[in-house]
């Protein structure tokens, strides 16, 4: 499948965290960072996502804030 979105990080599936109508995904994306994801559930359903699957997380956004500490 051909997506527009440029940005895309691969990782593992670390959690999986489902109730009734969402599911949040936590993946390791290497040097001890994580991003998490908010799906449907009917979406990790689908995607049949476990602990332990590689992934790939793509990111697409009109607008990204940066803040400097």
């Known amino acids: ?28 994306l ?4 994580e991003i998490t994801s908010t799906i449907t559930r009917g979406s990790a359903d ?3 996502l476990r602990e332990g699957d590689e992934v790939a ?3 697409k956004a009109s607008e990204v804030m940066i803040d400097s500490e």
Not at 7 to 13: A, D, E, H, K
């Open 46 to 48: 689908r995607l049949d």
């Open 1 to 28: 499948m051909a997506l527009s979105a440029r940005n895309r990080l691969t990782g593992t599936v670390t959690s999986v965290e489902k109730d009734d109508i969402m599911a949040e995904v936590v993946v390791e």
């Open 57 to 59: 997380a793509v990111i």
């Open 30 to 33: 290497g040097g001890g960072q």
